[in-house]
């Protein structure tokens, strides 16, 4: 599993991509509960986030070799990613997550009044309050986006980026 997470040559199939994407899912959830609630040292894990577009990368790109793309069109997946974010957080904020609307407007109130420092105050408390919102979102984007990667037909042999996943290679030496 840490060669489909970290090094982005080679193929994987749609099961493999599964568990990478679950992997990842996994990951992201614990890292956002902990940034949330674990004061510092959860801030310290939330650096942990700078290393998933890589992983993210390096999975969704091997699924695109599989099926014969090249894995730039990663960057539309990444795309997407924070549009479907972003349309979901929209949507499931007054839902899920009624108090950190309250809390963001008297943080862009204190804002307005030029009082930086009380409004950062309120990072944490809406890093909280709107954790469900967060933690929704970012399963939904990552369920559509992987569904339409796994959905990529595989080639059935070899092509530019190597033998099909689970295919025998054999050694030179």
């Given at each position: ?67 014969g793309k090249s894995a730039w ?13 972003g349309v979901f957080q929209t ?22 009044q030029g009082q930086w420092m ?56």
């Amino acid at each position: 599993m840490l060669s489909v997470l970290f090094n982005p040559n080679g193929r994987i199939g749609p099961r493999t991509f599964w568990r990478g994407i679950v992997l990842l899912l996994g990951a992201m959830i614990i890292i956002n509960i902990l940034s949330a609630y674990a004061g510092p040292v959860g801030q310290m894990l939330g650096l942990l986030t700078l290393a998933a577009p890589y992983c993210y990368l390096c999975v969704y790109g091997k699924r695109l070799h599989d099926s014969g793309k090249s894995a730039w069109f990663f960057l539309l997946f990444f795309i997407g990613y924070f549009i479907l974010e972003g349309v979901f957080q929209t949507v499931l904020m007054p839902f899920l997550s009624p108090a950190a609307s309250v809390l963001q407007d008297d943080m862009t109130l204190l804002m307005e009044q030029g009082q930086w420092m009380e409004a950062l105050a309120y990072a944490p408390e809406i890093a909280k309050a709107s954790l469900m919102t967060a933690l929704v979102s970012l399963i939904l984007a990552n369920i559509v986006l992987g569904f339409l990667a796994a959905r990529l037909k595989s080639d059935p042999g070899p092509n530019e980026y190597g033998p099909p996943e689970g295919a025998a290679v054999s050694d030179p030496f």
